[in-house]
C-alpha cells in the first residue's frame, strides 16, 4: 500500500489542489503558541504535546483502521497524512521575481527579492546565486525527499513527526523549545540526507560526490541542509564562481538533477515493494 500511496500523492501534488486544502498550520501553531505563552518551560513537554500525541492517536487510529476491510479504510488515512507532510508552498514559484531581476542585469533588485520573497541575504550576486541553489536543494530535500523517506520506512506516522518537528523548528518563539526540535529533527535528518546524496552521485557526477562523502558520511555535526547543497552542487559540476547567466542556468540543471534523484527513488520503491 505504500507504494500506492506515494504514487498518489506525487499525483494530488502535481495535478491537484488537495494539497493546499489538507496543509493547514493554524490550528497546530495555534496549540504551539498557546503553550508557549503558558509560560510552559520544558521544551520536552511541549514537544510531546504538539509532536508525540498527534503522531501517538495516529498510531492508534491506524492500528484500528487496518484491519478492516484489507486496510482500505486505512488508505485515504496515509495519503492525507502524508499529503500534509509534504514541504509547504512551490519551491519554484518564489524564484520567477528573483530570475527576471537576474535577465535584467539588477543585482540590486535581485538582493532586494531575495531578502523580501526568500529571506536570503547575501553580500553580491555571486554569493546570492550560491544561497539559492542551496536554499532550492533544501527545500526539495526537506519538503519531499525526507518524508517520503521516512513514510516509505517507518509509515505515516513518522512522516508527520518529521514535518511537526519541522514546523515547531520554523516557528517557536522559545529558544529552547526551538533548540530541541532541531536537535531531533537532525537525528530524523542523519540517515535520510545522506541516501539522497548517495542517489545525487548515482543521477550526477558520481566520483566527485563520493570523494566528498568518504569524508562526511560519518559526521554527526554536519547539518543536512549543509549537506545537501554542498553534494547537489558537486552533483551538478557547479565550480565555486560562476558567472550570474551560467548560474540561472544551474538552477533548471538542479532541478533536473532533483527529477532524476525523484525518478530514481520511486524505481527503487517499486523494485523494494515487488520484492518485499
Known sequence: MSFLVLLMALWFEKFSAMRHGVQRDGFFLGEL???ERSGQRQPGWV??????????LLVLLLHVLEPVAYGLLALPVHLLVLIYSLGRGDVKAPLGLLRDAWRRGDDQAALHVAERDLGLVADGPRSLMERVQSQL????????????FWYFVLGPAAALA???????????RQPALQTRAEQLRHIMDWLP????ALSFA?????????????????????????????VGRIADDIPDEED???????????WELVLRCG??????????????
Open 33 to 35: 503558541a498557546r503553550l
Open 263 to 276: 525518478v530514481l527513488w520511486y524505481a527503487v520503491f517499486a523494485l523494494l515493494t515487488v520484492l518485499l
Open 244 to 254: 550570474t547567466e551560467r548560474g540561472l542556468g544551474r538552477l533548471d540543471s538542479l
Open 162 to 172: 518529521y514535518r511537526l518537528l519541522a514546523l515547531c523548528t520554523e516557528h517557536s
Open 193 to 196: 540526507v545522506r541516501v539522497v
Open 202 to 230: 548515482l543521477v550526477g557526477n558520481f566520483v566527485a560526490v563520493t570523494r566528498v562523502m568518504l569524508h562526511e558520511v560519518l559526521n554527526w555535526h554536519i547539518s543536512a541542509a549543509h549537506l545537501v547543497a554542498r
Open 137 to 148: 536543494l533544501w527545500q526539495v530535500y526537506q519538503g519531499f525527499f525526507a518524508v517520503i
Open 47 to 56: 514537544l510531546a504535546t504538539v509532536v508525540l500525541a498527534p503522531v501517538a
